[in-house]
């Protein structure tokens, strides 16, 4: 089988977040295959907002010094709030759920905070993935819809990379730093960060590549509407 020809049940579950990559490029002709596939993702009346910056080589080595330099300087500025004590109740235990399973993959304690704090400034080394992709677009309202454009755009991009074998992550964290990326990368005050996605070919073997985050149950998030015997009897459909 052709890796460019996983069906949609594969593509969609073997997708996950990768964060150990091998180094090589990936061939131009792979990555336009993507942007191919990610440019038809739906947008609010089709604005298709994005504007995608792809960084690779010596570029993705300057803008990851940077990134670096201002974590460790604590210079923050995200075009976007982000705070994680925000979440509550369930959201708030997967999110627990998924720092445990990643500190215990790679072994290390809760109370070790220079270890999670290594691991952590991976973000900006992009997982040693040899591109980066950063999602920028126009801002209009109060952000939701184009958040939701940059969403749909977003998932589209990493489920063509993982129907071609690739792998990708989405990465909130690059977008805390957007005044260091615009920098670099030149781009207008005008254009917002959303995140990046680190991609490549994935380092299989790695730990940090060793586990799978469990997903929720329709049965769980699904509120049904004059809709019955969906969740009755029927066994969940073979996913291939
Ligand atoms: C918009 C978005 C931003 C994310 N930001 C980060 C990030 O900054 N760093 C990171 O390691 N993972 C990040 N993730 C990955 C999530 O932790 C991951 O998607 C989640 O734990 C579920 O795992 P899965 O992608 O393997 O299904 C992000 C995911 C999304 C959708």
Redesign the pocket.
């Known amino acids: 089988m052709s890796v460019d020809t996983f069906s949609f049940a594969e593509a969609v579950r073997s997708?996950?977040?990768v964060?150990a990559f091998l180094p090589d490029p990936l061939s131009p002709a792979q990555i336009r295959s993507v942007l191919e596939d990610a440019r038809m993702a739906p947008s609010n009346c089709n604005t298709q907002p994005w504007q995608i910056h792809i960084v690779s080589g010596q570029q993705r080595d300057l803008l990851s010094k940077n990134l670096l330099r201002a974590e460790a300087a604590g210079e923050v500025s995200g075009d976007f709030t982000f705070d994680q004590n925000e979440y509550f109740g369930p959201y708030a235990m997967r999110s627990s759920h998924?720092a445990k399973t990643r500190n215990d993959a790679l072994g290390i304690a809760r109370s070790d905070r220079e270890a999670r704090r290594v691991a952590?400034r991976r973000?900006f080394e992009f997982?040693g993935a040899p591109h980066v992709a950063m999602l920028f677009a126009p801002v209009f309202g109060d952000g939701v819809r184009v958040g939701g454009d940059i969403?749909m755009y977003?998932q589209t991009f990493l489920l063509s990379l993982a129907a071609r074998g690739l792998g990708g992550?989405?990465?909130?964290?690059?977008g805390l730093y957007a005044d260091t990326v615009r920098d670099v990368l030149n781009v207008p005050d005008d254009l917002k960060l959303?995140?990046g996605i680190s991609f490549g070919n994935e380092d299989r073997p790695s730990s940090d590549n060793s586990y799978?985050?469990g997903?929720v149950p329709p049965q769980e998030n699904v509120i049904t509407h004059d809709t019955p015997g969906l969740f009755d009897s029927h066994p969940a459909p073979d996913p291939a």
């Open positions: 997708r996950h977040s964060r998924q952590d973000n997982y969403g977003a992550i989405p990465q909130t964290v690059l959303f995140f799978r985050l997903k």
